[in-house]
């Protein structure tokens, strides 16, 4: 199981950003919750969104709801984090990780979840 997150870089607060996370070894992607973290400087691990394939379901946090979509393409096995109308509390490192359970997107926490990619660093700044 191998997750490669990718897509960060320095923006304008307002600015577009959207990552992907390349995931393999999976026999499938929709039985597993495919979450987005970020870590800032000095902060736990924030669940950012979370898709359950099992429940059909997609997590968006309080801060990123209406600016962050979350999507997958499992053609190429592949899931996405549209990032619109940035702000600099959305600076961080951010992570792809994925775990198995039902209600595990729910409220994503970092601990639940057993795979985990290298992270991308996102900073938003003028």
């Known amino acids: 199981v191998q997750l490669q997150a990718s897509g960060g870089g320095l923006v304008q607060p307002g600015g577009s950003l959207r990552l992907s996370c390349a995931l393999s070894g999976f026999t499938s992607l929709r039985y597993v919750g495919i979450g987005w973290f970020r870590q800032a400087p000095g902060k736990e691990r924030e669940g950012v969104s979370c898709?359950?394939?099992?429940?059909?379901?997609?997590y968006y946090g309080d801060s990123v709801n209406g600016r962050f979509i979350m999507s997958i393409d499992y053609s190429t096995d592949t899931v996405y984090l549209q990032m619109n109308g940035l702000e600099p509390d959305d600076t961080g490192v951010y992570y792809c990780?994925?775990?198995?359970?039902?209600?595990?997107?729910?409220?994503?926490?970092?601990?639940?979840?057993?795979?985990w990619g290298r992270g991308t660093q996102v900073t938003v700044s003028s």
């Open positions: 990780a994925t775990g198995i359970g039902l209600g595990i997107c729910n409220v994503p926490v970092a601990a639940d979840f057993e795979s």
């Open positions: 898709f359950s394939g099992t429940e059909d379901t997609t």
